[in-house]
């Protein structure tokens, strides 16, 4: 019996040939890579290469259903590359002598490394699925593919949500980038100083907690005041003298655990009351209740082992002082470089710190359910469950429009440009509850490029910053690499080289131009109008950047280095315009970025932004769509687009 009888059934004998005789390249072997690697093999592709950069974790072997115990350790792309390459039906009689051999190749390695993955790397294929699950690496690959002019299948999942696209550039559809990719949620500092009502509301302020505490620099924290300041909250002389003590090496631990006891009464009691007082909450739902004094005390002298303590049960309050007071004391005995300045979800004392100091000030606000360690952590790192079954139905999907592809490329024989996928592949959503229709699966017409998109529609892209503070330095590090996605940036000004990098460049001669504000570069600066252009050749990139001046904004420090890439508000500090009905600019909202923005760490994505700026951006609607992945937030649904009318099933033509 043929064992690809099934498959030749259903898309034909010529299709069948095509398949076998393809090359696919496969970015990305966890959950949904895994599947696609199932998926491709068992239809009888013969030529696959994947490329990954990680090993296998025991965290994986649930839903990555190629590895088990044994591979824990290695490189995904390797033990895929070999499980997958067994399972590739041989047809019987010595049929297959005929085909290409079965090669299932794997690559090691970051796909944004431009010595191994660059624009010829990916025309030797005849399409690119991905499987990833951040915005870089995408970024990375829809540019490539656009250079390339090679088909991407791009997918995406959040717990029972998912999505599958097609970008091809000849055939005039959006690319990854068309959209803006929205990875941070945003509440305003007011709630998250005084008035929280939510787990998540207490969480994030644990976290800047945990940063006045421990951070190198105290201003780091949004909860930082100034001692000398106006009236500062009546926590921070504790905290100040607490921080002053673990900073001071062989302070006596008695002291500590005196101090943490000081700040732990100033926090959850003495501040609260004070705001009682003044009467802050009288038209609050629910009024706060300071901690009581005897669960602090209790708390204080108890002998619980806290290290070991469990991470799936809630804990008590008292049990809350005791972990908080054990943390302290512990981070106080640790040489300074290994106490964490900023709080990471996977380091334990951080995380017993955070769900402790939360779990107290989310009782004194009466916000339920209180959070175990377990469940905080995936608040804390805004970790979304994956689900294996949306990732198989996504995969699974991805292949359908494999075939779609495959089909249109043998009717076009070898002419890549004569591809147009725009009628042919879908815009394919997984949903949690089905539609009106009882569809739990919906696809719509590919969506056409934003004219705005400097990445396929090479759109001019407005920049507003300050040219007498703003270094090249800054320009390349948090512009046009962390912002704008370049590799190895060129920058010509008025015809003349201004910086160079990336192969064969050399970068010690613009070395000096490094620390110039960019008025004062060579070729007359970059001043109030002019237009900067850079190149990338590591993805075939051009762009124009036409920048506007404007003063270091007010009440701005010059060393936050704001910068505004798109329409730049009229003053950023203007309150919001209530009786406009026009949307905001699209880069309004846009945070000021400092120099340490460029170490975000990937798991925060929470950003705090003034009640002003969070009024505009509820009046005026959040009229983006969601991206095709938010990393660990759920896209929600898709916004309405003029083509939601149209949806149909999925069905092989
Ligand atoms: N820049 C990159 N280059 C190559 N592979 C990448 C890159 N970025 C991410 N990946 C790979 O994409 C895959 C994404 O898979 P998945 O979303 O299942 O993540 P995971 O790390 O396996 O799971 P989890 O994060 O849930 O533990 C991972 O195997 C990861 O190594
Ligand atoms: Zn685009």
Request: aromatic share 6%; glycine share 6%; hydrophobic share 35%.
């Amino acid at each position: 019996m043929n064992p690809l009888a099934g498959i030749e059934a259903t898309v034909g004998k010529d299709m069948l040939h095509k398949i076998q005789t393809s090359k696919i390249l496969l970015v990305g072997g966890g959950g949904i890579g895994c599947e696609l690697l199932k998926d491709l093999s068992l239809s009888g592709f013969r030529h696959v290469e994947v490329i990954d950069l990680d090993t296998i974790d025991i965290s994986n072997l649930n839903r990555q259903l190629l590895f088990r115990s044994q591979h824990v350790g290695m490189p995904k792309c390797t033990v895929g590359c070999q499980v997958a390459h067994d399972m590739v039906p041989e047809l019987e009689g010595g049929e297959s002598d005929n085909l290409p051999e079965v090669i299932y190749k794997a690559h090691h390695g970051n796909v944004c490394d431009a010595s191994k993955f660059h624009v010829p790397f990916i025309q030797q294929f005849n399409l690119v699925l991905n499987a990833l699950d951040n915005v870089e690496a995408r970024r990375r690959v829809n540019r490539l593919c656009l250079a390339a002019g090679v088909p991407l299948v791009e997918a995406g999942t959040t717990g029972y949500l998912g999505q599958v696209t097609v970008i091809h550039k000849p055939s005039q559809v959006a690319c990854y980038e068309c959209k803006t990719q929205e990875t941070q949620k945003v509440y305003p500092i007011c709630t998250i100083r005084s008035t929280p009502s939510m787990p998540v509301h207490t969480i994030v302020w644990g976290k800047e907690l945990y940063k006045l505490l421990f951070h190198s620099k105290e201003g780091e924290s949004m909860l930082y005041e100034d001692l000398e300041g106006e009236e500062p909250s009546t926590y921070m002389e504790s905290v100040m003298k607490l921080r002053k003590l673990l900073w001071d090496e062989g302070t006596d631990p008695k002291a500590i655990a005196a101090a943490v006891e000081e700040v732990l009464q100033a926090l959850y009691v003495t501040e609260i009351q004070k705001q009682l007082d003044m009467g802050r909450y009288k038209a609050a739902k629910k009024t706060p209740t300071p901690l009581s004094n005897d669960t602090l005390q209790k708390g204080c002298s108890s002998s619980e082992d806290c290290a070991s303590a469990s991470t799936t049960n809630i804990w008590s309050t008292e049990h809350c002082v005791a972990q908080l007071v054990d943390c302290v004391c512990m981070a106080a005995k640790m040489p300074r470089n290994e106490v964490l300045e900023s709080f990471d979800k996977d380091d334990d004392m951080a995380m017993r710190f955070v769900t402790a100091t939360s779990n107290l000030r989310s009782h004194v606000f009466g916000i339920d359910p209180l959070q175990s360690l377990y469940s905080a952590k995936g608040i804390a790192g805004n970790i979304i469950p994956a689900i294996a079954t949306t990732n198989a139905i996504c995969a699974g999907l991805q292949v359908l429009q494999c075939f779609k592809i495959l089909k249109e490329q043998i009717l076009k024989g070898d002419n890549r440009d004569g591809l147009d996928l725009k009628d042919i592949c879908k815009y394919i959503n997984c949903i949690r509850n089905n539609t009106r229709n009882g569809l739990y699966i919906t696809a719509s017409q590919l969506e056409p490029p934003n004219p705005n998109c400097f990445v396929c529609k090479n759109a001019n892209i407005p920049l507003t910053l300050d040219v007498n503070e703003f270094t090249l330095e800054l320009f390349l590090k948090l512009i046009l690499k962390k912002r704008l996605g370049f590799e190895e940036p060129t920058i010509i000004l008025g015809g003349d080289f201004i910086w160079e990098e990336g192969d064969g460049a050399d970068s010690e001669e613009y070395e000096s131009n490094l620390k110039k504000v960019l008025s004062k570069l060579p070729c007359g600066g970059i001043q109030h109008g002019s237009v900067v252009e850079v190149d990338d050749a590591s993805q075939n990139l051009t762009i124009q950047v036409t920048v506007t001046h404007q003063d270091v904004w007010e009440g701005d420090e010059v060393d936050d280095n704001p910068f505004i890439v798109g329409d730049a508000p009229p003053h950023r500090h203007e309150p919001p315009r209530k009786e406009t009905a026009e949307p905001p600019p699209a880069a309004a909202a846009a945070k000021p970025a400092t120099e340490e923005d460029g170490d975000d760490d990937d798991d925060d994505i929470i950003v705090m932004i003034d009640e002003d700026e969070a009024k505009a951006q509820t009046e005026n609607g959040d009229k983006k769509r969601p991206a095709l992945d938010v990393e660990g937030e759920a896209p929600a649904k898709r916004a309405k687009t003029s083509h939601d009318d149209e949806i149909e099933v999925i069905e092989i033509d």
